[in-house]
């Protein structure tokens, strides 16, 4: 039954009233805010670059206040989303109003907006109407939620309101609903068809129940999610990351939290979502990045797609089977187990050790030293055990020269009793006793000073050298490879990696298969540099990281907190990349992790998945093909081309097409780069538009009209997608073509356009 209009228009009176507090609220936040700037200037001025408590205490008070005034600020727009109407047990019905940023009355203190990451508002995301509760740190919380309403609100103006329970419009503005589409959330629809944005934009009006239940799983587990293309499980990651800075406020803190992201164009792409939900300081980076700075390497980086790239241009090429066996080698666990046989040779060889000495005296026992490094210190990184060593001996050092100056005394008390026996008092036997106590005095100082040498010395030499040094060792050193890895290398794959690894270190050049043995000898001899430990680590494209690779960065955050998404569907590096869950699971989280499938698209229409589909279900996984969001568009199109202006004509038409709907972004996708650059030339002669290139060296992201290789759009979405040369050439019968194609034709939020040339694809013929 449709609601009265004067239900609406309560709405409109209510949305008026919280934006005139809203601009009060902001003048006095505004007024304090500069008081406190001007305050601090003055301050500054005072100290003259001297510490001042006073000037410490108002500045984490502006910090405070500043980002207090930039909420409020950007509440402005749209400061709520969703309302929802809850009686607890045995107490009155309330109305809460919730929006991105919770915001509260500075004079009364009240909560006229609760922020989405507020435990309440669990009941909008995953409660249904009659019985609910919600879990408060005060414990669970009964009652009845009778109302769930979301509404449309642009620039502090409300367009529509929709109420879950019947899905049904209370004021349409001019929408009109298709027949048949009663069922529909008409709310996520109309959200859903917004044109795409350079940069990824937060969800938290749209988050559905499956998605909700991810963002607020405890912290201290590992959760893995096998999103399906489209099911935002990069957003509901980073959406995770706010509501455990929200929940854990006291506790945990935006650096304190590590991103890892698939390369420096998809971080271009996510950098404002973070910032957006009032999140900061969360570091973001690739792993090719934060590896090489834990290492301390510079070099040029020979990153996973550019050797990708190098696979799919030289399907061919002889030395193809070493370069994929190679990586496969470098990424798997049996070569994580031959680096814990290197790590036994070195511990090993540090136990050819000699009693610490200093001249012939002996500080500290070579039986203790083993002894300690050995067993009492066995769970420890072989430096850090020297480290502890040091530590502990240097507590005992000065008793231990003591020692030795004791016997250095009594040594010069029978030489001086000796002259006092056998010379009478006298002038010369003052001056021979003055002799031999300024000889014993001399004495005893060396003996202080060739100590501390020879202390600090014998550790300094112990020390394990560079990490980058000790894996060349490890190839170079043939008897040490034969040993560590049981002579299972085959000959030919071991000349080739030793080669490959030398001429990288002659010429400055570091291969991201390289990075995961060397980061996890480093972690193994020198620990985890404390400035790595992290209290939550996010990796996204999880699918392309081989197990070795997770379990190296597993050693880097506290008790397993993790959320980890992917989709074995898209995992296009087949050769070292993860092809079931089960194994991370079993191999690096033994047995601790949940698994958690999320199989609802919301990215594309029906008619694209499904086309999309019919390249998933060819794949050798068993993969649950994605569901998509009932949205009915245009089915994908295929084109026959057969010349570069053909082509190009065609684009134009699509590009108006893509205007007239009033959407903007095009990409046209490549198979590789090489074939990229040759549509960039065939569009620069050919089309009445100018097209950017993107290259896996950009660091930022344009989505307008672009031409991008396959394998770098994952993540991505654009409004159309053109597929360049869907022939049996470019995309045969092999796993990497089905699942390369497939990320190809899931980046589509509402047209898709498959070109091809002579024959095209046994992979889309049926679809």
Same mark, same amino acid.
């Given at each position: ?144 939620? #009778? ?47 917004? #044109? ?404 609802? =698209? ?16 060819? &794949? ?113 019968? =092999? ?16 047209? &898709?356009?498959?070109?091809? =040339? ?10």
């Amino acid at each position: 039954m449709p609601i009265e209009s004067k239900e609406f228009n309560l709405e409109i009176d209510k949305l008026k009233n919280v934006n005139e507090w809203i601009e009060k609220e902001t003048l006095n936040i505004e007024g304090s805010d500069l008081e406190l700037k001007n305050k601090i200037a003055e301050l500054k001025k005072e100290a003259r670059g001297r510490y001042n408590e006073e000037l410490e205490t108002a500045e984490k008070l502006y910090e405070i206040t500043h980002k207090n005034l930039n909420k409020f600020i950007e509440s402005k727009e749209q400061p709520y989303f969703s309302r929802i109407d809850f009686r607890e047990y045995k107490r009155e019905q309330e109305s809460y109003y919730i929006g991105k940023f919770g915001l509260g009355d500075s004079k009364t203190g009240e909560e006229i907006v609760i922020d989405w990451r507020a435990p309440i508002a669990d009941l909008y995301y995953s409660g249904t109407q009659g019985e609910a509760y919600y879990q408060s740190p005060v414990g669970v919380i009964n009652g009845e939620l #009778s109302l769930k309403r979301k509404f449309l609100i642009k620039d502090g103006l409300l367009k529509d309101a929709f109420d879950e329970g019947i899905n049904e419009i209370i004021l349409k503005s001019g929408i009109e609903s298709g027949e048949g589409n009663a069922l529909i959330d008409e709310f996520l629809r109309i959200n859903l068809e917004e #044109s795409v944005s350079n940069k990824l934009k937060d969800v938290v009006a749209t988050i559905q129940k499956e998605q909700n239940s991810i963002i607020r799983a405890n912290k201290n587990n590992a959760i893995i999610v096998q999103g399906s293309a489209g099911s935002g499980k990069t957003t509901v990651a980073l959406h995770r990351l706010a509501y455990l800075l929200y929940k854990y406020k006291n506790k945990l803190s935006g650096d304190e939290i590590l991103v890892i992201a698939p390369n420096k164009l998809f971080l271009d792409y996510i950098s404002e979502l973070l910032p957006n939900l009032g999140v900061d300081k969360v570091k973001q980076k690739t792993f090719e990045d934060v590896s090489a700075e834990i290492l301390n390497l510079k070099g040029k980086v020979y990153t996973k797609d550019k050797k990708l790239a190098y696979i799919l241009e030289n399907g061919n090429n002889d030395e193809l089977k070493y370069v994929v066996n190679s990586s496969k080698l470098k990424g798997s666990m049996p070569f994580k187990v031959m680096m814990d046989r290197y790590v036994k040779l070195l511990e090993r060889e540090d136990l050819n050790v000699e009693d610490i000495k200093v001249e012939n005296y002996v500080l500290f026992d070579i039986n203790e030293i083993k002894r300690l490094y050995a067993k009492d210190l066995i769970n420890y990184p072989l430096n850090k055990r020297k480290t502890e060593i040091k530590r502990y001996f240097t507590l005992k050092l000065n008793e231990k020269i003591v020692n030795i100056i004791e016997k250095i005394d009594f040594s010069y008390e029978y030489q001086i009793a000796r002259v006092k026996k056998i010379m009478e008092d006298g002038p010369e036997r003052r001056r021979r006793l003055i002799e031999i106590y300024e000889e014993r005095d001399k004495r005893k100082e060396e003996i202080r000073i060739k100590s501390k040498e020879a202390f600090d010395g014998y550790f300094d030499n112990w020390q394990q050298v560079d990490t980058r040094v000790l894996y060349s060792d490890f190839f170079n050193n043939k008897e040490v490879f034969s040993e560590v890895t049981s002579n299972k290398i085959p000959d030919s794959l071991y000349d080739f990696m030793l080669k490959e690894l030398n001429y990288n270190l002659n010429n400055g050049i570091i291969d991201s298969d390289d990075l995961t043995p060397m980061l996890y000898l480093k972690f193994m001899i020198d620990g985890v540099p404390e400035k790595y430990k992290y209290q939550h680590i996010v990796i996204d494209e999880a699918q392309d990281y081989s197990l070795f690779q997770l379990f190296a960065i597993k050693s880097m955050a506290y008790k397993n907190s993790f959320t980890i998404v992917g989709d074995l569907g898209q995992g296009i590096y087949y050769y070292k990349g993860i092809d079931e869950w089960s194994k991370v699971i079993e191999n690096v989280f033994e047995g601790e992790a949940d698994y958690v499938p999320l199989t609802q =698209s919301y990215r594309s229409t029906v008619e694209i998945i499904e086309f999309a589909n019919g390249v998933l279900r060819k &794949q050798k996984n068993a993969l649950k093909p994605a569901l998509p969001v009932l949205r009915h568009g245009k089915a994908p199109e295929i084109i026959e081309f057969t010349n570069g202006k053909e082509f190009s004509a065609a684009l134009d038409e699509i590009v108006k097409e893509v205007g007239a709907i009033g959407k903007k972004s095009v990409a046209v996708i490549g198979r590789t780069y090489e074939e990229c650059k040759k549509i960039k030339d065939i569009l620069k002669k050919n089309s009445e538009h100018n097209w950017d290139l993107v290259k896996d060296t950009d660091k930022t992201l344009k989505l307008e009209k672009i031409i991008i290789p396959s394998y770098m759009t994952k993540g991505l979405e654009f409004d159309c997608s053109v597929i360049y040369n869907c022939d049996d050439v470019n995309y045969g019968d =092999s796993e990497l073509d089905k699942k390369i194609l497939y990320v190809a034709l899931t980046r589509a939020l509402h047209l &898709q356009y498959v070109f091809y =040339s002579k024959n095209l694809s046994r992979l889309v013929q049926d679809n």
